[in-house]
């Protein structure tokens, strides 16, 4: 990973050894470390400093030590070396398994769909933090970029959230304006939407949204009637226009960036957990995917584009984070950038910047260090805050659902709240079941072989059987908003047709009989909530960017508006019962339709992605419903319990079972009985695939390279000691012999390749191949008699890679985190073998 540039006049032996870190110790030269500083101090006892000043090694391990044989040579006095560590001594430090590019290129990289060691990756950037933090206090340009190295991180989440605001404003206002194209244009400005094209109209009709300059399809093609003409114009242009808009984000994701379909909340999820897949946040798949959700949202399908706004931001993330190589270039510090663009994501797909950084610690992030909860804030805030400036919707809020109660809940509406949950988590389970079953199938089948296909035919029953219905016809978010309303006195949906005379636009509401339009209103939505759960079973997880946000609350404010107007009506016909505690038997309204709507949709979307603190700080940040906290607590709780009874996992969870994504989730529990010794491989008496410290010849280890498929093989002193030495990656041996071929002279296939540091190397040609700087002297081991469950533990909390299993102190066998995967489902009775990555 990382070697000090550094100029030292002692020649390079290669020999390795350990070291540790003494606080605050005085060195014998009267050069003293001050308080608080690093000294190096010998643990092992080694071969000391020979008298005749020959250069010799002292005994050390994670890194080299080199000590000149003359201390007062005028090069150590410059080598800065020699003031990291507090001494006069012009020692080459260099770090095992760290090398820099500069040494043998891609050495401290990953391959695709493969796992990160955060620990190396970690122990990396501490080392190069050391080195810039001491190398500071030699010139001011030094101390520059020892600032620019402390504020980058800064610098880079204010570059994130910026991008992600404009690019939230960009899609909001291209999806407005194409989803209002289905339905007529602006002949006066074309790229006005409906809302936009109306606005210097002073005869705008709000029953229809219409004004004179705004023109439907049959009036641009001269029906101004409202006859069966008319009906079928707008039927097939509704129909034509969702169908362009499905084939062109299907084919756009199909040919340029397959990344760009789904959600990407899974990916994002895995990818955060240590997981490496090129390409899904790159260039590329982020342009398809803006293009993308604008076409696939304007289509009409039950789809969002909140999730897919985390996957976008997420992208932004992992492009501006290659400004700074120090996150750029490390894959664990890259992902506390990823971790506040997925925040930010949130922020602008909702409004909800808290609830966006709660999303990012309760849902999506593996890794949270306090200093990533506070660049996630502030990345949220600046994207909200641009997303704010921009305006796309045009008016004085920011959040999606601006909406305002003025009457309390009463304590028994408890109830109900905690029934919705009830309703929410049914709702929840049946929809994860029924689309991942769908889902596999689609994935095992021909199915799958005929994405845009399978696009379209859903794109068209769903506008054929959306179209008849005006709460399926409009846009999802505009049906949300309209449930989440309180029926006033400029309501004139059917949904508010009750039996009352408005006489003071600012009177209290009185309690009234709902009408016939009520009646037909609950009906209609009792249609769309079926039509909705279905259609969005078979729509979650085709070929175009697709969210589950919107469709989830709506499903649960559909719900609850008919919960809230059952309630409402028993207030109305009994208001004197005890239930209602006389709150009811002023005259005035004394139950909101509108917050049962908002309870519900809280109480779908907590049962299908299993979020409980951020869901309810999204939703009263989304709504602007402070005071109905507790309600929202309620049926989150409630919701989840039962989805966790009926099904273990949510939406997300279940996507990355499916797709056998390595994700260990640190929320759950190991809790069966067994041992290392049981899932390490190889199993007893099979043979271990390892190399030895001395005694292997470059022929040999390509041998065993091509025999093998192992991502790493253990170093030992002999095949009979299996004394444990360390951990070479396959990676790095690949490129380390490629790099040896390449660059030093006479290396052959019978030269002998050493690991080890101590050894003597073998006399005459072909000359030996000194690899020690690629083995990991520190690999984490464990003994065969390590229960499970701190085995699995140390997985996720140290996020692993692999660990050795020894026994006495011989190797025994070999954990990686598959292993352990495939191990905790086994011991739950599911399929080990759907773990496909490592």
Not at 71 to 82: E, F, M, Q
Not at 506 to 513: M, T
């Amino acid at each position: 990973m990382e070697r000090f540039p550094l100029k030292s006049s002692v020649t390079k032996t290669g020999m390795t050894y350990q070291s540790v870190y003494k606080k605050g110790a005085n060195t014998a030269n009267g050069r003293g470390a001050h308080s608080g500083e690093d000294e190096m101090v010998d643990i092992t006892p080694g071969l000391q400093q020979a008298a005749d000043g020959v250069t010799t090694p002292t005994s050390h391990g994670t890194f080299q030590i080199y000590e000149q044989g003359s201390r007062n040579s005028a090069s150590s006095t410059h080598s800065y070396i020699a003031q990291f560590f507090g001494s006069s001594t012009g020692d080459t430090i260099m770090f095992s398994g760290m090398q820099g590019d500069d040494d043998i290129p891609g050495i401290g990289q990953y391959e695709d769909f493969h796992t990160i060691d955060w620990q190396r990756d970690i122990a990396r950037d501490r080392m190069r933090h050391r080195y810039i933090v001491k190398k500071r206090q030699d010139s001011i340009w030094d101390l520059i970029k020892g600032a620019h190295d402390a504020w980058s991180g800064w610098v880079c989440v204010l570059l994130v959230g910026v991008a992600t605001g404009i690019v939230a404003g960009v899609i909001d206002i291209g999806a407005s304006w194409m989803t209002d194209l289905k339905f007529g244009i602006c002949p006066a400005a074309f790229w006005f939407n409906r809302e936009q094209c109306c606005w210097s109209d002073t005869n705008t009709t709000f029953d229809s949204g219409n004004c004179s300059q705004w023109l439907t399809w049959p009036q641009v093609f001269g029906d101004r009637g409202d006859g069966a003409g008319a009906y079928i114009i707008s039927y097939l242009f509704y129909i034509l226009w969702a169908l362009i808009f499905a084939a062109l984000s299907a084919s756009l994701v199909r040919m340029f960036a397959p990344y760009a379909c789904g959600s990407g909340i899974p990916e994002i999820k895995t990818i955060l957990s240590g997981f490496i897949i090129r390409g899904y946040l790159g260039k590329w798949t982020l342009i398809i995917k803006v293009v993308g959700l604008i076409l696939s949202v304007s289509s009409g399908l039950s789809l969002g584009k909140e999730g897919p706004m985390v996957h976008i931001a997420s992208c932004l993330g992992n492009i501006l984070s290659y400004l700074f190589p120090k996150y750029g270039r490390n894959e664990a510090k890259k992902r506390e950038i990823l971790s506040a663009a997925a925040a930010a994501g949130v922020s602008v797909a909702f409004g909800a910047p808290i609830g966006g950084v709660l999303f990012s610690l309760e849902e999506v992030s593996y890794y949270f260090p306090l200093k990533t909860l506070w660049r996630s804030f502030f990345c949220a805030l600046i994207a909200a805050f641009i997303l704010r400036s921009i305006n796309p919707f045009g008016n004085e809020h920011s959040v999606l659902f601006f909406v305002e109660y003025n009457k309390p809940w009463i304590f028994f509406e408890l109830i109900p709240f905690v029934g919705l949950g009830i309703i929410g988590g049914c709702i929840a389970t049946i929809f994860i079941k029924a689309n991942i079953y769908w889902c596999r199938y689609r994935k095992y089948s021909k199915l799958g072989q005929y994405p845009v296909t399978e696009v379209l035919v859903v794109t068209l029953i769903t506008a054929i059987l959306a179209y008849p219905n005006p709460y399926t016809r409009m846009n999802t978010s505009e049906l949300i908003y309209l449930l989440f309303n309180q029926c006033g006195i400029s309501n004139s949906d059917p949904l508010c047709d009750y039996n009352r005379n408005f006489t003071d636009a600012n009177s209290a509401i009185e309690k009234a009989a709902a009408g016939a339009g009520v009646y037909r209103a609950i009906w209609l939505l009792v249609l769309a909530l079926v039509f909705k759960l279905v259609v969005t079973i078979f729509t979650f997880g085709i070929k175009v960017p697709c969210g589950l946000f919107i469709p989830s609350l709506a499903l649960g404010a559909i719900a609850g508006r008919i919960v809230g107007i059952g309630v409402e009506q028993m207030a109305y016909t009994y208001p004197k019962i005890w239930l209602f505690s006389g709150e009811c038997s002023t005259g005035d309204d004394c139950i909101t339709p509108g917050l049962y709507a908002m309870v519900g949709a809280a109480a779908v979307l907590g049962g299908v992605t299993r979020m409980t603190v951020s869901l309810v700080v999204i939703m009263f940040e989304l709504t602007g419903g402070v005071r109905y906290i507790v309600p929202l607590m309620a049926a989150a709780m409630a919701s989840k319990w039962v989805g966790d009874a009926l099904g273990r996992q949510g939406i997300y969870d279940a996507h990355i079972a499916l797709n056998g994504y390595p994700f260990l989730d640190s929320k759950d529990e190991f809790q069966h009985t067994s041992l290392a010794a049981d899932v390490m491989q190889p199993k007893r008496n099979e043979t271990l695939s390892v190399i030895t410290q001395d005694s292997m010849t470059v022929d040999d280890v390509e041998t065993l390279l091509k025999e093998t498929e192992h991502n790493g093989y253990p170093v030992v002193v002999s095949k009979e000691s299996q004394y444990l030495v360390g951990f070479v990656l396959r990676r790095d041996l690949n490129l380390a012999i490629a790099n040896a071929r390449r660059t030093i002279e006479g290396i052959t296939g019978q030269s002998v390749v050493i690991f080890a540091g101590n050894v003597a190397p073998p006399p005459g040609p072909p000359p030996y191949l000194q690899l020690s700087r690629i083995l990991d002297m520190a690999p984490i081991t464990v003994t065969d008699q390590t229960p499970m469950e701190t085995v699995v533990d140390m997985f996720r909390k140290l996020g692993l890679r692999q660990t050795l299993v020894t026994h006495n102190g011989r190797l025994l066998g070999v954990i990686t985190k598959k292993d352990v995967l495939r191990h905790v489902k086994h011991m739950d009775n599911e399929d080990p073998s759907s773990v496909m990555f490592n």
